[in-house]
């Protein structure tokens, strides 16, 4: 299982992308992970739990302001990057 695992920013920026679209019920080449994920649809409940999502993903310790703090799928695949290379 964790051969599947990756550091690359452009494959966790993917997974993020997938995430979303699930919760806003789009296709994922439908998101773009410039803009906010506010302005995508995703609501706080939804935020919650991507943050869960993420932390069972790549075993972080992730702080639900995380979407707040970093409002987009790049700016969140950008600080995931940084956390999973201190993790590991």
Same mark, same amino acid.
């Given at each position: 299982? #964790?051969?599947?695992? =990756? =550091?690359?920013?452009?494959? +966790? $920026?993917?997974?993020? &992308? $997938?995430? !979303? @679209?699930?919760? +806003?019920?789009?296709?994922?080449?439908? !998101?773009?992970?410039?803009? *906010?994920? %506010? $302005?995508? /649809?995703?609501?706080? !409940?939804? %935020?919650?739990?991507?943050? /869960? $999502? &993420?932390?069972?993903?790549?075993?972080?310790? &992730?702080?639900? +302001?995380?979407? #707040?703090?970093? *409002?987009? &799928?790049? %700016?969140?695949? =950008?600080?995931? =990057?940084?956390?999973?290379? !201190? @993790? @590991?």
């Amino acid at each position: 299982m #964790f051969a599947t695992i =990756t =550091t690359h920013s452009a494959t +966790t $920026e993917d997974w993020l &992308i $997938e995430r !979303v @679209a699930d919760y +806003t019920d789009r296709a994922p080449h439908q !998101v773009d992970p410039t803009i *906010p994920l %506010a $302005e995508l /649809g995703m609501d706080s !409940v939804s %935020a919650v739990a991507l943050c /869960g $999502e &993420i932390e069972d993903r790549w075993l972080l310790d &992730i702080d639900p +302001t995380l979407v #707040f703090e970093y *409002p987009t &799928i790049a %700016a969140i695949a =950008t600080y995931l =990057t940084a956390e999973i290379a !201190v @993790a @590991a």
